[in-house]
């Protein structure tokens, strides 16, 4: 079993950055991928990016494409997601979440295929 717990989330104004940060304990940290899910008011819950277990394969989103980076530090059992030209439309409560039984080269995108998560992070950006 994985302990996911999210930090960094806040209020920030549109067109600024926030790093959010995922601290993993539990099973070796280099042994499943993580990503980074988010849910607004009112809609579900979103596949946002994704890394594979060394970091080699990463998936983003449409929608923060160019704009949000994943990664992860295996030696600090942390992954990273920055957020930089925020967007009202980036609120939401970010979670992460890991993935303990995909292939050491996948960076899954759908929630089904992670089964540990954390209790998530508010991230407001005001216009």
């Known amino acids: 079993q994985v302990q996911l717990v999210e930090s960094g989330g806040g209020l920030v104004q549109a067109g600024l950055s926030l790093r959010l940060s995922c601290a993993a304990s539990?099973?070796?940290?280099?042994?499943?991928?993580v990503g980074w899910f988010r849910q607004a008011p009112g809609k579900e819950r979103e596949s946002v990016a994704a890394?594979?277990?060394?970091?080699?394969?990463?998936y983003y989103a449409d929608s923060v494409l160019g704009r949000f980076t994943i990664s992860r530090d295996n030696a600090k059992n942390t992954v990273y997601l920055q957020m930089n030209s925020l967007k009202s439309e980036d609120t939401a409560v970010y979670y992460c979440?890991?993935?303990?039984?995909?292939?050491?080269?996948?960076?899954?995108?759908?929630?089904?295929?992670?089964?540990?998560w954390g209790q998530g992070t508010q991230v407001t950006v005001s216009s």
């Open positions: 979440a890991a993935a303990t039984t995909g292939s050491w080269w996948s960076a899954p995108t759908e929630e089904y295929q992670y089964d540990s």
């Open positions: 539990g099973r070796t940290f280099s042994s499943y991928a």
């Open positions: 890394i594979s277990w060394m970091g080699g394969n990463r």
